[in-house]
């Protein structure tokens, strides 16, 4: 994990692209069937509607460090509290409206007790979906790659 990076501002990252951060957030990580939280994107958005992701969002010019990003977006989008950022898996990058953007991608565990609550003005629903299940969800192939690499990390912890 780079934790040069988890601490830095988004002044300390490339001006010229828009970072974002995105969080596989696992219920029973230490099981043999874990789930991971993914959240319905909400029918009006212009690009994947109604399309299945991890919960994440902006790095803001206000966020102390990516960590701080981190934390708050979790609790934003989801209302869950981040307890351990466990690990980082691959970026994901792409190019929209003549921008670079790149998501850093984290491994995290929250607060047990505490129920999902997405925002609803981002997303439409929520579930705890295991790695078999993935097929039949609407999830875009970068985004079904990042959540594929969270469930490998996971393996790979034990």
Partial sequence: MDHQRLRSRLRDLPSTTRWTIGTAV?????SENPTILLLQRVGLETTF??????????????????????????LATTSLTVA??????????????GSSNIQLNYIITVHP????????????????ARLEELDYL?????????IQD???FLADME
């Fill in 84 to 97: 351990n950022i466990l690990g980082e898996i691959e970026p994901m990058s792409w190019e929209s409206k």
């Fill in 26 to 30: 696992f219920r029973e990580p230490e």
């Fill in 113 to 128: 007790g505490s129920s999902v609550k997405p925002s609803p003005e981002k997303y439409s629903d929520c579930v705890w």
């Fill in 49 to 74: 509607p109604n399309a299945w992701e991890i919960p994440g969002g902006q790095i803001e010019e206000t966020d102390e460090t990516v960590a701080h990003a981190v934390r708050r977006e979790v």
């Fill in 150 to 152: 969270a469930f490998i």
């Fill in 138 to 146: 609407h999830i875009s192939p970068a985004m079904k790659t990042v």
